[in-house]
């Protein structure tokens, strides 16, 4: 249920807004590519008892919004897989892993209309762990790191190019925590709560 949890959300926001339409009914959509930096807090808790860090890590991510107002828009972030290092005190880098960190939220633009538009959003995140495989020390064991799913926030703000086209600068927080198992024996929880720092190109249509 956990794992479904931020898709019935998604589905509800989308429910929600689906009556409500634009009067105009033109530019509703606001399609974004950028790029973004999945930056984890310093302290990312102990694993077998030794202090953990999880590396950063950049990627491409496409986000569409859709507006269901001139103010609120409801928004779905996806992104090409993060690769991360976990790393031990002592013992340097232990395991690599890839996760796709799906985002659902809401957001209100504070000034649709302006050439300079600031908006806040809040929302869930869904981050899907794979491709996790040991390394260094711990080369030939099994390592795994749970699914998690948590609370989102998002700021930022949309600079108008023209009437279609605007470019878009935004910070996200999201509540990332996974068990962590070695051989499946859990060793710890690893406390990633990321901030992500975003830039992209959007289109209205």
Known sequence: MKVLLPFVIAAA??????????????????LRVGGAVVAPKDNNGTLAGARATVSS??????????????????????????????????????????????????????MPDAAWSPFLGVGVNYTNFFGTHATGALYGNSVSIANSWGAAVRAGFD??????????????????????????????TAKIDPVVFGASVGYRF
């Open 13 to 30: 926001l989308g429910t929600l807004a689906a009556p409500i339409v634009h009067a105009e009914g033109t530019d509703s959509w606001v």
């Open 159 to 188: 600079l108008r190019i023209s009437d279609k086209w605007l470019a878009t600068v935004d910070v996200r927080w999201a509540d990332i925590e996974s068990d962590v198992k070695v051989n499946n024996t859990k060793v710890g």
């Open 57 to 110: 890590s950049a990627r491409p991510t496409i986000d569409l919004e859709y507006m269901f107002t001139p103010n609120w828009g409801v928004d779905a972030l996806g992104a090409w897989p993060f690769l991360h290092d976990v790393k031990l005190a002592g013992l340097g880098t232990v395991a690599r892993t890839k996760q796709l960190p799906p985002t659902f939220g809401i957001n209100y633009h504070f």
